[in-house]
């Protein structure tokens, strides 16, 4: 951490003879300030430059001195007073940018230096970093500075010209500035024999109003341009009042005031006390003794030549001498005691001036270093949040970047445990297709949609037969649910009758089974490709989203767009191949086929005995029916006779019992079916047993095979050959493949702009930092 200079680092490094008069010290040269001090503020002054050289200043608060006040107050005069220096003074040539003066004081004979400083260009638009272009050889003749300035203030004001063409060319001179005021300004490097260590800028007299010709933004312009100095904590304010007019009048001091609402930064002086009314004199020194409108530190009055004096060629040496005798014989103000003396004449402003900035520079060193340190951390912090900055090699750069999107892609299709993975996505449509073929399976009832000769219907034994209990273990309960249209067991038989051709009286066409089966499997080419469609959306959204993430970077040289185009191109000619996997697998299952033969045997056994027990159910029913018909003759149709049910063991043996009334002596509950003729639907039970297995066999080998073949396909199928389509559509193998590269890897434009002023700003930062640990 830097600290301030303690005092005994302040020893005197030149000396100039002073002596005592009655407006206090009288220095041999324009504004001396305390030789004691010149060394340390001579360094601190330093420093400050330095570090405003490097553009810093708009980055960080660093101390300085702004001059300020309306237009014909003498603001002009008072900088040329303090300086040294004549500024341009002819029609249209008014102060319309800021002039940064730095005064040092030498032993070496005069010299002056100037340079522009700019901060925008010619639309108004702030640069990333400064830039000083030197405007001259130095001068070493007063007499040709106001020459240099005019002109180098007609280059800051046309950005877009090469400064150098202002210097001689007296037609370039001439040329319409681009702006009426700018921010760029015109830096005076002043050293001499004659001069304080003291800097400054002067800024645009504010304007009150505008001649027909201008234009009313101006007003507005200079203001804002003002604000943006004197707004700043560490700016010292040199306001400039002219005492020919109403104080309350000059609208400066509002300003100043809006700006530094305590008063602690703005240092007043007066101009022009010589054109004071009469009898008026008493209202101004209310503000010398620091009574009227007070400010901590103080208000100054300085006597500067008029034009008159000017265009005789004074001297600063003689304005100085009549400066004193102004104020030492002229009253009111020879008449103040010694205190307010120190606030008059030039020479003990420009040395309070130089005190005060020197004190406000070593103060503010500790939190220069601070604020500094902190601008490198954001800025910093914020570069490493960028995207990497293209490659110097646009090809290599391109390949790199696709076999970087390459792995990705690899990754996500074998699967990453995140819950928004592509696999994750994809896993619930294959429970809904598998959901979609269960549902095409065929609805067999083992009984007569009607009985013969009863209007009841099949839902009156319906509830007497379950859904199968094996199938409810394998699927889970809801999952096999009957939503495919009822084919009844006499509807099998009428089908099996209609296909017999030279069949022996028991035997009938496998045809009927082989037509039950590609009844269903026809219905699995919508599930299928609505499976087909839902993963390819999903890849295709999801691959989509990914290569835009991963060259989002590059989206304003068309890269981003370009990968894009070439990976949905990819992916729909995937999409029309499995599509015809699809199609060629659902084909095959149009043709009943399996080797295993176990599973399929399996199945058709317990079809087959839970189709015969449904039919056993319905006989039972059918029988009891008849005893209940017969029991109901016996007993003269008793009307308390209660019906019979198959599953009630109190009914059987009351139906045993009716047999054994009727003659049948001897018969037991098992052998009630065979009191019925044969099962005429024996056949059909045959076939629905069958057709049934055969589903069960085909579904999962379906719901297995169509998935693999879309994951095969189209989502592990990504990565084949997409690589290639990638660098050859992007034309990396092509003559043109490094100008081609180099466009699409063309950074969005606010990406770059934002990376040039942060990479410009930490140039800034890092430059103002060496100059500090150079101190």
């Not at 330095?50 to 003498?74: C, F, H, K, M, Y």
Request: glycine share 6%; aromatic share 6%.
């Amino acid at each position: 951490m830097l600290h301030p200079p303690s005092p005994d680092d302040m020893s005197p490094e030149v000396r100039s003879p002073v002596s005592e008069s009655r407006g206090g010290l009288t220095p041999g040269g324009v504004g001396l300030s305390d030789p004691s001090l010149l060394g340390t503020r001579r360094r601190l002054l330093d420093l400050i430059n330095r570090l405003q050289s490097t553009g810093v200043g708009n980055d960080i608060d660093l101390p300085e001195i702004a001059v300020i006040g309306s237009q014909s107050v003498g603001k002009s005069s008072l900088i040329e007073s303090i300086s040294g220096i004549t500024l341009p003074r002819s029609s249209g040539t008014c102060t319309r940018c800021p002039t940064v003066c730095k005064l040092t004081l030498s032993k070496e004979p005069w010299r002056c230096k100037v340079s522009l400083h700019f901060e925008t260009d010619e639309h108004g638009q702030r640069l990333g970093q400064a830039r000083n272009v030197p405007f001259g050889d130095i001068i070493r003749d007063k007499a040709l500075v106001e020459e240099r300035i005019r002109r180098a203030q007609r280059a800051v004001l046309n950005p877009g010209v090469i400064a150098r063409n202002f210097l001689d060319d007296d037609e370039a001179a001439a040329v319409p500035p681009q702006l009426a005021f700018t921010s760029n300004s015109i830096h005076l490097q002043i050293s001499g024999p004659d001069l304080a260590d003291l800097s400054f800028v002067d800024l645009p007299g504010l304007i009150a109003s505008v001649s027909q010709d201008g234009d009313v933004r101006d007003i507005d312009l200079v203001k804002e341009l003002v604000n943006q100095y004197i707004r700043k904590p560490s700016c010292l304010i040199l306001l400039t009042v002219t005492c020919e007019v109403d104080f309350e009048t000059q609208g400066a001091y509002q300003l100043a005031k809006a700006a530094d609402p305590e008063k602690k930064r703005i240092i007043g002086v007066l101009t022009k006390p010589d054109r004071i009314p009469i009898d008026d004199e008493g209202n101004w020194l209310g503000f010398i003794r620091n009574e009227r409108d007070r400010l901590d530190n103080g208000w100054f009055c300085v006597k500067l030549p008029n034009s008159k004096a000017l265009s005789t060629g004074i001297s600063w040496e003689q304005a100085r001498n009549e400066e004193d005798q102004f104020f030492s014989y002229t009253p009111p103000w020879s008449t103040l005691g010694s205190l307010e003396q120190k606030q008059l004449r030039t020479r003990n402003l420009t040395a309070r001036l130089s005190d005060l900035l020197a004190q406000l520079i070593s103060r503010q060193l500790p939190k220069i270093q601070d604020q500094l340190q902190s601008q490198l951390r954001v800025t910093e912090d914020a570069l490493r949040g960028l995207p990497v900055a293209p490659s110097a090699d646009p090809v290599a750069e391109v390949v790199h970047m696709t076999s970087d999107f390459m792995r990705r892609l690899a990754r996500e299709t074998q699967g990453i445990p995140r819950e928004e993975g592509l696999l994750q996505r994809i896993r619930p449509e294959h429970d809904t297709f598998k959901r979609a073929i269960l549902a095409t399976a065929p609805n067999f009832r083992a009984y007569n949609k009607k009985r013969s000769g009863s209007a009841s219907t099949h839902d009156d034994r319906a509830q007497l037969i379950h859904p199968p209990e094996f199938l409810t273990n394998e699927e889970g309960r809801g999952v096999q649910a009957d939503v495919s249209p009822a084919i009844y067991v006499e509807e099998v038989m009428e089908r099996a009758k209609k296909a017999i051709t030279r069949e022996l009286p028991d035997k009938y066409p496998f045809i009927v089974t082989e037509l039950f089966i590609k009844e269903f499997t026809k219905d699995w080419e919508k599930p299928a490709l609505d499976l087909f469609d839902a993963i390819h959306d999903k890849v295709a959204a999801y691959v989509e989203k990914l290569a835009e993430e991963h060259f989002k970077q590059y989206n304003q040289g068309g890269l981003q767009q370009r990968v894009i185009v070439i990976v949905s191109d990819h992916v729909k000619k995937l999409a029309e191949r499995t599509k015809e996997r699809i199609r060629w697998l659902l084909q095959l299952e149009q043709e009943p086929f399996t080797l295993n033969s176990h599973y399929y045997q399996d199945y058709k056994d317990k079809f087959r005995a839970y189709y015969k027990r449904c039919r056993q159910i319905s006989e039972n029913k059918t029988l009891l029916s008849k005893l209940e018909e017969t029991e109901s003759e016996a007993a003269l149709a008793s009307s308390d006779a209660v019906p019979l049910d198959a599953h009630n063991p109190s009914d059987l043996i009351q139906a045993l019992s009716s047999l054994s009334l009727l003659g049948f002596v001897g018969v037991k509950a098992e052998d009630l079916p065979k009191l019925l003729p044969s099962d005429p639907y024996a056949p059909a039970v045959e076939i629905m047993a069958e057709t049934r297995a055969y589903f069960q066999v085909a579904y999962k080998r379906v719901t297995d095979i169509v998935p693999l073949a879309i994951d095969c396909e189209l989502v592990r199928g990504l990565e084949t050959g997409l690589e290639q389509a990638l660098l050859k559509g992007l034309g990396i193998g092509r003559p043109e493949g490094a100008r081609i590269c180099r466009e699409l890897t063309q950074e969005e434009t606010g990406l770059s702009v934002r990376r040039e002023e942060l990479v410009k700003k930490l140039e800034r930062l890092e430059s103002a930092k060496a100059e500090l640990l150079g101190i």
